[in-house]
Every structure is written in C-alpha cells, then in structure tokens.
C-alpha cells in the first residue's frame, strides 16, 4: 500500500532581502524628489538674478541714452523715500510741542470758591504729586459754599469710596482712572459742627486724616473747614466775613500769683492769641462749642494803673480776622483765696487747671476742693471753686 505524502502550506514569511530592497527604494525616491526640488528652487532663484541683472542692464543702457536732470533726480528720490520722510517730520513736530508747548506751559490749580479768587500757579511735580493714587484714602479739597460743600480727594482708581459725615455714610463716589473723586450734593448742611472722613471699598480701607467743619448760621463765608492729621490740624478754609460776636470777651480774671485768664467765644478750632499792652502773652485753640480760655503770666499788675489787653483771632494762616481790644484799670486786689468758674460745654478739669494753676496736672486739686469724685465727669454750668493761693 503506498503511502501518500501531503504537503500542507502555511503562512509564509517575508524575505529579509524583500524588506531591504523596498527601503532603498523609498530612500532613493525621497532623494530623487528632494533634487528635483532643490533643482526648481536654484533654477527659479537664477531666473530672478538674472531678470535682475537684465533690468540693471537696461536702466544702465537708459541712462547713458537719456541722462536726468536734478530735478528728476529729486522726484525719484521724493518718490521712493515719501514714508519714511514723513515719519521723521512728525516725529519731529511731536518732540517739539512736547519740549516747547506742553512742558512750557504752568500748571494751574483752582480754588473751589463762589468768590472770585486769583489762581495760584503750581510746578509740574506738585501736580503730579497732587493727581498720583494713594492706597489710603485721602482729601485734597474741602469747601463750604452757598448751597452746600465741595469734597474732592483720591484714592485706588476705579474703586467706590463713601464719604462719611459724623461716621455715617451720606455718599458713595467712584474713582476715576487717576484716583480722583469729587463729592458736591446738592443739599447744604444745617449749621453747626461736622466731622467727614472716608472709606474705600474693595478692600474696606478708612483714611487716617478727618476734616472739621463748622457750618455757620449767619453766611456761609463765615465757615471754618480744618484738616486734622496725626500731626496736627490745618486750615483748609478760613472765614472770608465775619459778625458780631465771632470774637467775644466774656470774663477777665487776675489772680494774685500773677496770672490772667480770659474767656470768651469765638469760630471753632482757630486759634485766639492774648497780649497785655502789645506784649504777647499766649495762645490757645477755641473748642468745637466756640468757647476759649487763655491762661499765662502776666507779672504784678499795679492798682490804678491802666492796662490795654488785646485778644486776636486768628485764621490759618496766622492772620488776624478779628480783634478785641478791652482798656482797663487795675482794681485792688480783694485778698480772696479763691475765684469761681463757670463750667461750660468742652471744658475738662486739665485744661482749667493748666489756665488757672499753670498745669493740668494739678487737676486734682480743683477736684478735691470741689469734691468731685470722678475729674473726668463734670457738667455744664456746673460751678467751681479754684483755689489760687500763693
């Protein structure tokens, strides 16, 4: 019986030699492609070069036929060179007006008034200096007109800042790109005493300084604005007008120690300022209910001798606004070891004891003979013995 051999095929392999001749296939087609490419790219540069050439040839050829005067000369070069001739003639015009015009011309600030006022001329850094952002909320104007008051101050640009008057809010203003916010409400403020601050918003931020004002009920040109700051406070607006009885002289004491002590009333937080016979003596700030009192020393005054005191306001710039000049006679002592005060409202026991006694420190005393048992309460009209015993 034969035995019949069956071949059975399976998956065939491909040939190492297959694999490598296709690869040098590919290799050699990608570099034929990259010849004809590199040989387009040469050819289609010596075509330019030499259309170039040919064009340099013929303007050469030209010129020797038919030379140009300047004035062709001068329109071609107009022709060819117009824009950048134009940028430098503008740049020039700008560097000019910018040197000559701009930096040349002052600055100037206005003072917010109803009244005609001269305007004051400022340098370039004070206004910038004025007109920069600031990361604390701060006034730069103040003014109380006819119909109410102008605020205007700086702070973060483009934030909302609200405008307090006695720690409440009454406004909220928006900065603008340079900080800067003006607060003008048609509504005037009643008379009497205000105090304005502000807060910025986003984050909440209060400024440090606080601005008084003192609304007159007489005419607005009689009020008092102040600026109060960590170092001290300053007039931002003086009184332009006064009335009868913005400086008033109420009592007149001289103790045997040798010291005179005048009290009186006058426009708030200016400053009141006493001299005997042109001497000066000394000064003192009048409170925010327009009461004064200034104490100092003014030596032995003589029984029957006449004596010319004189007591000045004073606004913020040292300026006297108002006098009151009171001629006397020196009367005789009584011999009284005592004198009387009335209390009025703002006093404390410091500042009576600084005008009676010399120092506040010796409050205690005033205290003790009026046997006052809490020094930092007493009351209007409330009245004390002072003993001034040498």
Known sequence: MANNNTMVIGKTKRSTDNMIDEAIAQQNSWLNRRRNFTRRFLKSINVFSHKEESEKETIVVTRERAPRDDNDKNKSVLREYWFP???????????????FVRVGTPQRVITLNA????????????????SEPTDIPTFDIVRIRENGIVVAGRWQPNKNISILVNNKIVA?????????????PTNGLKPGNYTLSLMGAEPKM??????????????????????????????????????????????????????IIVTGDALPRLRVSLSLDDKYLGFARVSDYKHFGVGADAGELKPGQ?????????????????????????????????????????????????????????????????????????????????????
């Open 85 to 99: 001739i134009l940028c430098a003639f503008i740049v020039l015009f700008v560097a000019i007006w910018v040197i």
């Open 115 to 130: 009244n005609p006022v001269p305007v004051e001329t400022v340098s370039n850094d004070t206004v910038k200096n004025i």
């Open 172 to 184: 909220t203003e928006r900065t603008d790109e340079n900080g800067e916010f003006v607060y003008a």
């Open 206 to 259: 209060k400024s440090e300084d606080k601005v008084f004002l003192y609304i007159s009920d007489a005419d607005y040109r009689n009020s008092v604005s102040l600026l109060m700051t960590r170092d001290g406070s300053r007039v931002l607006q003086s009184p332009s007008i006064l009335k009868d009885g913005d400086l008033v002289v109420s009592k007149i004491d001289y103790l045997d120690t040798g010291r």
């Open 306 to 390: 006449e004596y010319n005191l004189t007591v000045r306001l004073h606004d913020g710039d040292g300026q006297t606004i108002a006098t009151v000049n009171h001629n006397f006679v020196m009367p005789e002592m009584t011999g009284d070891n005592d004198t009387f005060y009335t209390v009025r409202r703002g006093d404390c026991l410091w500042i009576i004891a600084r005008n009676f006694l010399r120092r506040g420190v010796l409050f205690s005393i005033i205290a003790e003979r009026n046997s006052i048992q809490n020094p930092d309460l007493i009351f209007t009209d409330q009245l004390l013995q002072i003993p001034t015993k040498k």
